[in-house]
C-alpha cells in the first residue's frame, strides 16, 4: 500500500496565484502608510491573499492563528524575520532575504514578521490552509516572544 501525503502544497498554490496575474479580480495598490492586501480567493481549505510592501512596510512578529501556509514573492524583495529561542538562550533573529520567484512554507505554528528593506516596491501571494481565523502579534524581549494582542478575522482585517 501506498501512502499519500494528502496535505495541501501552499507553496505551489502561491505561485500558481502568482503566475496568473491576468486572473486577479483587482490589481495590485500601494499604500503609503501601510501595507496593501486583497484576498484574491477562499475554497474550502485554504485563502490567498495579495499583498503590496513600499519600502520600509512591513508586519510585527506575527503567527498564523494554526494555520499553515507559504508566500511567493512576485516581485521586489522581501525579508523574512524568525526567532530561535533554545535552551534558555537569549533570543536570537534570523533573517532570510526573498527575491522575486522565491517562496517559502510554513507550519502552523510558524511566528515571523516580514519587511520590504529594499528600495523599491515589493509584491507577495500568500496562501493559507485552512483560512485565517486569527493572527496573534507578538514583542521580541530577552525571554523571547510575549503576545501583545489576537487579531481576528472580520474585525481587525
Known amino acids: ?28 495598490r500601494f499604500n503609503p502608510v501601510d501595507r496593501w ?5 477562499v475554497a474550502d481549505d485554504h485563502e490567498v491573499w495579495l499583498l503590496t510592501w513600499l519600502p520600509g512596510q512591513g508586519t510585527e512578529w506575527h503567527d498564523h492563528g494554526g494555520s499553515a501556509g507559504a508566500f511567493h514573492v512576485f516581485g521586489g524583495t522581501l525579508t523574512e524575520d524568525t526567532v530561535v529561542v533554545a535552551d534558555g538562550r537569549p533570543p536570537r533573529v534570523t533573517s532570510r532575504e526573498l527575491g522575486e520567484g522565491a517562496g517559502r ?53
Open 105 to 157: 512554507r510554513f507550519g502552523s505554528h510558524h511566528v515571523h514578521r516580514m519587511t520590504n528593506r529594499s528600495g523599491r516596491p515589493a509584491i507577495s501571494v500568500h496562501v493559507y490552509g485552512p483560512a485565517l481565523t486569527t493572527m496573534t502579534k507578538y514583542r521580541l524581549a530577552a525571554a523571547g516572544l510575549e503576545v501583545l494582542e489576537v487579531e481576528r478575522a472580520g474585525a481587525q482585517w
Open 37 to 41: 492586501y486583497h484576498r484574491l480567493h
Open 1 to 28: 500500500m501506498t501512502v499519500v501525503d494528502a496535505r495541501p502544497d501552499h507553496l505551489a498554490a502561491a505561485a500558481r496565484f502568482a503566475a496568473a496575474p491576468e486572473q486577479w479580480p483587482v490589481a495590485p
